[in-house]
T-cell receptor, first 112, second 112 residues
Framework: NAGVTQTPKFRVLKTGQSMTLLCAQDMNHEYMYWYRQDPGMGLRLIHYSVGEGTTAKGEVPDGYNVSRLKKQNFLLGLESAAPSQTSVYFC???????????FGPGTRLTVT | SQQGEEDPQALSIQEGENATMNCSYKTSINNLQWYRQNSGRGLVHLILIRSNEREKHSGRLRVTLDTSKKSSSLLITASRAADTASYFCATDGGSSASKIIFGSGTRLSIRP
């Protein structure tokens, strides 16, 4: 099993450009999450999903959109990138009703 | 805002010594977890302790939980170079299992 995978691993965007980050998991988990991690800080929740076709806002949702069209995939979109969105983005998944999360390797995004 | 705050922010010890990290949180919880993050990698779940437990062991890890003080500690015994990483506590804030909130982490360095 690959676990949780993220695509791409690195990306550089110019201000105003858009992009989509893809997260995939092969553990048949119901829940999926997108976090961002800034230097010296813990993870902050952007959006999450408790099942296919459902999404919800986390702590820092502004400037991001998400979609969960398939159970195994969770997409994070930036419609108009800003330098403040320079960060490392992590996807995670968990079984329904449990707190333990499994993380992907991260995507390092730089917005210039 | 972050639920958990780790202390110290950084810790450097000699290989073979024990490392202790502390976490304080603000609201009631159902459980508390500890995760490890190696440089440039995703987080890996280490251990979960429930609110009705006071101590839990897993290999060289020992976790304690004091719900009256809203605090937890992670002890790593007989440290190794491979233990060099950042360690994060995470709590569910007493709400549903779908979300957890991470602290800002402790950076542990093991000197050979």
């Amino acid at each position: 099993n690959a676990g949780v995978t993220q695509t791409p691993k690195f990306r550089v965007l110019k201000t105003g450009q858009s992009m989509t980050l893809l997260c995939a998991q092969d553990m048949n988990h119901e829940y999926m999450y997108w976090y961002r991690q800034d230097p010296g800080m813990g993870l902050r929740l952007i959006h999450y999903s408790v099942g296919e076709g459902t999404t919800a806002k986390g702590e820092v949702p502004d400037g991001y959109n998400v979609s969960r069209l398939k159970k195994q995939n969770f997409l994070l979109g930036l419609e108009s990138a800003a330098p403040s969105q320079t960060s490392v983005y992590f996807c995670a998944s968990s079984q329904a009703g449990t707190s333990v999360q499994y993380f992907g390797p991260g995507t390092r995004l730089t917005v210039t | 805002s972050q639920q958990g705050e780790e202390d110290p922010q950084a810790l450097s010890i000699q290989e073979g010594e024990n490392a202790t990290m502390n976490c304080s949180y603000k609201t009631s919880i159902n459980n508390l977890q500890w995760y490890r993050q190696n440089s440039g990698r995703g987080l890996v779940h280490l251990i979960l302790i429930r609110s009705n437990e006071r101590e839990k062991h897993s290999g060289r890890l020992r976790v304690t939980l004091d719900t009256s003080k809203k605090s937890s500690s992670l002890l790593i015994t007989a440290s190794r170079a491979a233990d060099t990483a950042s360690y994060f506590c995470a709590t569910d804030g007493g709400s549903s299992a779908s979300k957890i909130i991470f602290g800002s982490g402790t950076r542990l360095s093991i000197r050979p």
